[in-house]
């Protein structure tokens, strides 16, 4: 008996099971439907990237065309809102959005994308805690909810589906009769099991593999090739865990039900409650920082900063250039003065957050090596991450809109402080934010441990069950 | 033998009942994976209401003492100018109800802190779950979601065999030629498994009840009890009868479980996120970009406060001056500049909350598309009743924004009204308040929607936790007839 033989057999099984079939083709229909939504979210994202862009185009133009009429001898069109002022082309008025593409498998993993923003308004004000405020208008039940994607049905579905496949691939063997009946034949008990195994585990992970590569190749996100190679090995991990697992169960001698009732038990406790429970551990023994502390500690700093002067004085006659009026006019150090305040604020704020922020940063860790306890979260940690819609790549984003402010304050601060006007002339100058994309190799050193981790889990539970079916005679 | 255990029983079917719902509780009792299920869900849930509560506890007690860091910083501000303090602006934390430890409900995903100020409506930003990792998506454990997750597989373990066990084992026939009619079975298993369920949600119950009294919150956290103590029995209930429903149909246990197993994966884990992606796709929210635009969009049509020459705003100069008599407002009794500001607040105000409020009815769309969801998944109709009972759901943040927003522009105009009547129009902004002026201005203080709002609020969760209850018991009464039948002809495997 060829491992042919059993394939053929097994396909004719398969075919006449009519529960598995309609199994098989509700996980196909969830898998497109799951694609689907990834495919939307990403549209959406792309086009308010896209949007954004164009308004940075349109504010640079709108300048432009300003500054051309007031060369030319015209008046400024708002006195309150001149493109001359640093503090207007500079401003929140004058804001550049910087933007992050979303990641080059959105389509697959949504992850933390729907809760970590994609865009900041970057001005001379941006300090740290307009980095972390951004005026949020998502409907928090769908938040909570979080999304029917790809990550979803593979995380949560697709154990289900191989349990499904092969709770029972030695036991109904025996219960039907046929065990002794293949076992009389030279062959081992081992071969057998590995061959039904390998044609169930082509089934089900050829099929979410397929959805994922058509769906991406069809939406053109297949330019990162070594992005998508990790998603489809934490994909082909996280299933043969489980189908290992099934496997072991079944060396186990019992009955069917008893093993479908021990590994629905055990899909629940990884999956489900573990996770859950990790989670309020984690509150527990690692409390993240405060946020409310930090928001009151960065606005008592900022009020320190300005006690003798107005707070945030640049803003607020931004905001208020009828209040300035002849301020500027009378006193030619008003600027200079006003964003002396204004970094020093910043500075404050700065202070206040790297020490929230390293705390933070600090308990996060402790909490991420919890994910080890669960394949679950190992297999979503390391496709989100390689979805590029993990937190890592968004914290790489943030650095680098830090990087950008500075870039773009360096740019606006010394005519503040010169007490210079704008030209047409510097408009081509001011900085743009251009978007430098982690290197696909971090992903892949991230990842590594936990992808590490997940296969010799595989390894393990699967060589349990080698020799677990080596002890199996066909008279048990 | 019935006779010497029940003697007084007169009516023979309860006797029936209750002999069927002991034998159930016996089988239970014996069966050590069951025994075990029961400890981990009764341990799981202590645990959880022990570890949300030291959380939130933590969590208000901050808030409470920031709160008061806020307003002792606001009133001990010096001697400044109105618009000066406009700008300086206040901030208010919301607080989560005393229930939150037990259904934090859509807490952690909508912000925590509300910085209100002049001419803008903030949003409300810091929400928990984004400064946490990406794990926090499989979900915190609460008790919320051992009573309305994991409770209903337990009672799925235990009950799975309770009636197609009966006929496996041949006993059914035993049963019912002991005289015991098909509705005196599957009511006394209902009874039994119904226990254990009790059994579980009870200690959880009683847990949450011991920290809720010693939160002090009196009478108002005695009715959202009884209100989720209902929720959560009408619930459960209707997994018992699902359970016991599904098992008398069912010729082999294996097959009753598979199929219990599958309706609780379907009902419990995939219906929310399908409902949810269902809704935002229906009714697609801008993203804060668009949201933003749209305002600025609103705004620019109406006039623009700071600039002294806006149609709108020279109208009204012509108004005032009218109304005083007076050729120049550097004449007028009162400070233009306040006036300005005030009826600049006054329209900004509105637009804002007119988008406000387009934005809030898309989310309400949403919401709706997800209650009719819930006729389909009792579990997003018992999470959502839960919600409302803890006082967690979207109506509990939605009324702090409002409220903050009301309070905002109270404040605002208030000292906009400072403004007009107590600074001279000359030499505007070198005049100052008094410092005991701050002291008089009114603390933010919220209240949270009532129970009964957010319960008629909520008909479709309150008629599909209904139809939960009475859809398996409809099932079972029809279905009785056939119960010695099932698994002879083949039906039911």
Known sequence: MTARTVLRKEWRLLRADRALRIALGLFGVLLVYALANGVVWTRFQERNIESAQTQNVERAAGFAEELAHIEAGGEPASQFADPRSPFVMGGSSGSHTATLEPGPLSVLAVGQSDLLPYYYDVNIYTNESTLQQNGEVENPVNLMAGRFDLTFVVVYLLPLLVLALSFNVLSAERERGTLALTLSQPVRVRSIVAAKLAFRAMLAVGLVLAVAVVGLLATGGAGSPGRMLLWCGAVVAYALFWFALAAWVNTLRRTSAWNATVLVGAWLVLVVVLPAAINIAADLLHPLPSRVEMITVQREASNEAVNSRSELLARYLEDHPEMAEGVVADDPGFGALSWAATDAVNQQVEVVTAEHDARRAEQIRLVRRYRYLSPALLAQDVIIDAAGTGDARYAHFRDQVRVFAEEWREFFVPAILADEQMTASVLPQVPTYRAVEEDPGDAARRTAAPLTVLGGLVLLVGMGAGVGLGRVRGAD | ?493
């Open chain 2, 1 to 493: 033998m019935l006779g010497r255990l029940y003697p007084r029983a007169a009516n023979v079917g309860l006797r029936n009942t209750l002999l069927v719902s002991r034998r159930q509780i016996g089988t239970m009792r014996d069966d050590r994976y069951v025994l075990f299920l029961l400890a981990l869900v009764v341990s799981l849930g202590v645990v959880s209401v022990l570890g949300a509560r030291h959380h939130t506890a933590s969590e208000a007690e901050q808030r409470a003492r920031y709160q008061a860091l806020v307003e002792r910083q606001w009133a001990e501000q010096p001697d400044r100018h109105p618009h000066r303090v406009i700008h300086y602006g206040f901030l208010v934390f919301r607080e989560e109800a005393p229930l939150a430890f037990f259904d934090p409900g859509v807490g952690p995903y909508a912000g925590t802190s509300l910085f209100l100020e002049g001419h803008r409506q903030n949003a409300a930003s810091f929400g928990d779950a984004r400064h946490a990792t990406g794990m926090l998506r499989f979900g915190r454990l609460t008790p919320a979601t051992v009573l309305g997750l994991l409770l209903p597989l337990l009672v799925v373990a235990a009950g799975f065999a309770s009636v197609s066990g009966e006929r496996e084992r041949g006993t059914l026939r035993l049963l019912l030629a002991q005289g015991a009619t098909p509705g005196q079975i599957m009511g006394g298993k209902v009874l039994g498994i119904g226990a254990l369920a009790l059994a579980a949600a009870l200690p959880i119950g009683l847990v949450t009840a011991t920290f809720a009294a010693v939160g002090g919150e009196g009478q108002t956290s005695v009715t959202r009890l009884l209100a989720l103590a209902a929720g959560y029995v009408a619930y459960l209930t209707g997994w018992v009868l699902l359970t016991v429903w599904v098992s008398s149909r069912r010729a082999s246990s294996r097959a009753a479980l598979v199929q219990l197993v599958a309706i609780w994966v379907a009902l419990c884990v995939a219906a929310p996120r399908l409902g949810a992606s269902l809704a935002a796709t229906l009714h697609p929210i801008p993203s804060r970009a668009q949201f933003t635009a749209q305002v600025e969009e609103a705004q620019r049509g109406v006039g623009d406060s700071h600039n002294p020459d806006d149609p709108f705003f020279s109208a009204l100069r012509d108004e005032y001056l009218a109304r005083y008599e007076v050729d120049s407002v550097e004449e007028l009794p009162i400070n233009w500049g306040g006036v300005v500001s005030r009826e600049g607040e006054e329209v900004t105000s509105r637009i804002n909350e007119e988008q406000r409020q387009e934005l809030l009815a898309a989310h309400r769309r949403q919401d709706g598309v997800l209650a009719w969801f819930g006729l389909l998944s009792p579990y997003l109709a018992a999470r959502d009743l839960s919600m409302a009972a803890a006082g967690t759901g979207t109506e509990a943040v939605e009324a702090f924004r409002a409220q903050a927003e009301a309070h905002r522009y109270d404040i605002i105009q208030r000292l906009n009204d400072l403004h007009v009547h107590e600074i001279r129009y000359e030499n505007d902004r070198a005049q100052r308040i008094a410092r005991q002026e701050w002291t008089r201005f009114p603390v933010f203080q919220p209240n949270s929607p009532s129970l009964r709002r957010a319960l008629t609020d909520r008909p479709q969760s309150l008629t599909a936790l209904g139809l939960w209850i009475v859809v398996p018991l409809a099932g079972l009464g029809l279905g009785r007839r056939q119960l010695p039948r099932v698994g002879v002809d083949g039906s039911g495997s």
